[in-house]
Every structure is written in structure tokens, then in C-alpha cells.
């Protein structure tokens, strides 16, 4: 059975940061495959959001060198907002025979009991919770998805004492607890450089900063080009 990670966001737009987190998920979950999904219209549509179309062709040259590395564009294509139950639905139906991993940010791990039908999505899925610069896995214990893991362990994978752990999130699905190279780079911090005019030259692909220069994105507060 192969595993296939997915790896959503809204990539606004991708970098390095990304790209090593999904080659070092992959490589430590033994993945075989890691696929990217691009958000299209989120629950939470920003002004400094690009446009979909623009975010998904981004990805797919930052992603072209890995052979990895793929891309769909379920959530593009999709008319209204996409809620992650109704892709990962979607997607497991298209990839039946396949184990699904999905790939989540610590940051975002706490509010999963306020998404849509959280407890469904937990059964679709093995979740792999991945560290970010500015916040901490201890910071996870009153999380109900998180099964009795002991604090001493999420202190532990603070500490690097533990690099991966895996905990029952549901009584179908694993969950993993994993640590990544912590590249403190923000697609925020890219945009605010391309608006005051300077360059993000190391901080992305070369293919990606050269589509953002002749698309003209990123040129105001309002990104939307």
C-alpha cells in the first residue's frame, strides 16, 4: 500500500521553507509520494491572497526537479470555499488503496476542533503535526486529539530529545508528532520584502520569484493580481 502525504495551504507564496518541511516528512514517514494543495478559496480569504491560479503554477515549478513531489488542484478547481474534510473526502476516494497522511502545521493543530466535522477528518486521515519556528509542542497538551501523550513527551520533542512520535488520534487513524528543520522563513516576510521593493532571492525557488516579478504580484497590501 503506498503512502501519500498531503500537504495543503494556501502557498502565498511557496518557499524553501515548504519544500524542505515536505522532502523531510517524506523521508521520515517513509512517504512515497507527497502531494501539494494549493487552497482555493479559503473559510478565511485575506486582501494580500494572489489569486489561486497564480498560487497552483508557483507550486508546480517550484515542485517540477521532484520526482516526489506532486501537485493537484482539487481545491482550485472547486466552486465555493474548500474545507480540508471535504478534499481529504475527495481525495481518498481518488487515491482508494492508498494510506493518507496529512501534513498540519503545530500552529494550526489547536484550532482543529473548531473545523468542519473534525472528528470525521481524523478518520480519514493519519495526521502528521509539524513543528514551526515560535511555538512549542507542549503548548499542544490540552489538545483533545492528542490521546493522553504524556507532557514529558511534548517537551521532549521541544527539546530535539525526540524527533517523531506517534499517538493514536483516532481509533482508526495514527497521528505523528514530527520535528523539521526550523527555516524561519514567512510567506508574509517575502511579500513585505517584494512591496518595499526588495528582492527574496534564497528565500524561494528561482522559478517562483521569476513568475512573482512577471505576473507583478505582491506589488501592494492587496496582492490579488
Not at 503535526?129 to 513527551?153: C, D, E
Amino acid at each position: 500500500m503506498k503512502k501519500l502525504g498531503i500537504y495543503g495551504g494556501t502557498f502565498n507564496p511557496v518557499h524553501y521553507g515548504h519544500l524542505r518541511t515536505a522532502e523531510e516528512v517524506r523521508d521520515k514517514l517513509s512517504l512515497d509520494r507527497i502531494l501539494f494543495v494549493p487552497a482555493g478559496k479559503t473559510p478565511f480569504e485575506k486582501p494580500e491572497m494572489v489569486k489561486a491560479v497564480h498560487r497552483y503554477k508557483m507550486v508546480k515549478a517550484a515542485i517540477a526537479d521532484n520526482p516526489h513531489f506532486q501537485i493537484s488542484a482539487i481545491e482550485v478547481k472547486a466552486r465555493g470555499k474548500s474545507f480540508s474534510v471535504d478534499t481529504i473526502g475527495k481525495l481518498s476516494v481518488k487515491y482508494r488503496g492508498s494510506e493518507l497522511f496529512f501534513i498540519l502545521g503545530i500552529d494550526a493543530f489547536p484550532d482543529l476542533p473548531y473545523w468542519k466535522q473534525p472528528d470525521r477528518l481524523v478518520d480519514l486521515a493519519h495526521f502528521v503535526v509539524i513543528s514551526r519556528p515560535g511555538h512549542t509542542f507542549a503548548g499542544l497538551a490540552s489538545s483533545p486529539y492528542l490521546r493522553g501523550v504524556p507532557l514529558k513527551t511534548l517537551r521532549e520533542m521541544d527539546s530535539g530529545t525526540r524527533d517523531i512520535f506517534p499517538f493514536n488520534i483516532s481509533e482508526r487513524r495514527k497521528g505523528f508528532l514530527c520535528r523539521v528543520t526550523s527555516l524561519d522563513i514567512s510567506a508574509s516576510g517575502i511579500r513585505n520584502l517584494i512591496i518595499s521593493g526588495r528582492n527574496a532571492k534564497y528565500l524561494l525557488p528561482d522559478s517562483v520569484e521569476s513568475y512573482i516579478i512577471s505576473k507583478k504580484l505582491y506589488k501592494s497590501r492587496r496582492g490579488n493580481s
